[in-house]
Nanobody, 122 residues
Framework: QVQLVESGGGLVQAGGSLRLSCAAS????????MGWFRQAPGKEREAVLC????????YYAESVKGRFTISRDKGKNTVYLQMNSLKPEDAANYYC???????????????WGQGTQVTVSS
């Protein structure tokens, strides 16, 4: 059974940082593309960024460029989302998902985690 588990969410003040983790089990995801998405209350889920097979960061949300980065630890089968200079508008439930290639389309991803909540106070 393939499973993705996110962690690391929480409450942070505006301007602060958080690092989210996405741990994969049941299958080796080493090197596979992994995307991070977010969904705020009343809004559609949106793609934030993705790490490609060559570990390149591909951004889908312009608002996070220069502040968010993805990295991976292949030995731990884990992908990380480092979020710096957080803003209140970054508050959302954050999800990781995997696909055979990076895409900004939510529908392209077939394996999802359960999400982790990020709250940013102003």
């Amino acid at each position: 059974q393939v499973q993705l588990v996110e962690s690391g969410g929480g409450l942070v003040q505006a301007g602060g940082s958080l690092r989210l983790s996405c741990a994969a089990s049941g299958r080796t995801f080493s090197g596979l593309p992994m995307g991070w998405f977010r969904q705020a209350p009343g809004k559609e889920r949106e793609a934030v960024l993705c790490i490609s097979t060559t570990d390149r960061n591909i951004y889908y949300a312009e608002s996070v460029k220069g502040r968010f980065t993805i990295s991976r630890d292949k030995g731990k089968n884990t992908v990380y989302l480092q979020m710096n200079s957080l803003k209140p508008e970054d508050a959302a439930n954050y999800y990781c998902a995997t696909n055979s290639y990076c895409s900004g389309s939510v529908q392209r991803y077939d394996v999802w985690g359960q999400g982790t909540q990020v709250t940013v106070s102003s």
